[in-house]
């Protein structure tokens, strides 16, 4: 991919249907359960990025997840193979680097956690993107990767890092994201292609 093209993604300039970028759709939260694209992600493009901005909980210190379905599927329950680790960074200066096992899966059919503890206070949000790579496959899984960062109840902030499978060889056509407890109470989710 051209890095005007990845720029402009980037800059939030893509848009026209010949970018090797392309800006799909933008979705803004107002206190949902739930999250759910369930169109655009089709065989166009070979990679979807999610690009997720000020996600903020209606409870206190729970985790952001996603999940996604196979075409003709429902319920958001694929199984997923995952690894997470974080970086943790309090305001005191005391940090650490851990993998986190409370939260990568072993072909689990759960939500996967993305970022865990965000908190709900004013000024605490998370932010992040997700790639999904080639999901109109029907030979291959299904990789992802996610980065993102976090601040939440403590004073704190965590850089969490996960990456995985899922476990099908269907294409995959909707994804869904949501907090362990309570609603997104407000925040955007833009989803880019590329080519």
Do not use: C
């Amino acid at each position: 991919m051209p890095l005007g093209a990845f720029k402009a993604a980037l800059m939030g300039t893509a848009g026209v249907s010949t970018a090797d970028v392309v800006l799909l759709s933008t979705t803004t939260a107002s206190d949902d359960a739930t999250i759910d694209i369930t169109s655009g992600i089709d065989s166009t493009y070979g990679e979807y990025i999610f690009k997720l901005y000020n996600i903020h909980p209606a409870t206190d210190s729970t985790d952001f997840s996603f999940q996604v379905n196979a075409a003709g599927g429902s319920g958001f329950n694929e199984t997923i193979t995952s690894t997470v680790f974080r970086a943790y960074g309090p305001e005191s200066g005391t940090a650490n680097l851990a993998y986190d096992t409370s939260r990568d899966q072993a072909q689990g059919t759960a939500y996967q956690p993305l970022s865990g503890e965000v908190g709900n206070g004013n000024d605490e949000s998370l932010a992040g993107e997700l790639h999904l790579f080639n999901p109109a496959s029907t030979t291959y899984v299904k990789h992802f990767i996610w980065r993102g960062t976090v601040y939440f109840s403590e004073d704190a902030n965590y850089a969490n890092f996960n990456a995985g499978y899922i476990n099908t060889t269907t294409a995959i056509d909707e994804i869904s994201f949501k907090f362990a407890s309570g609603n997104v109470e407000s925040g955007k989710i833009k989803m880019w292609g590329v080519k």
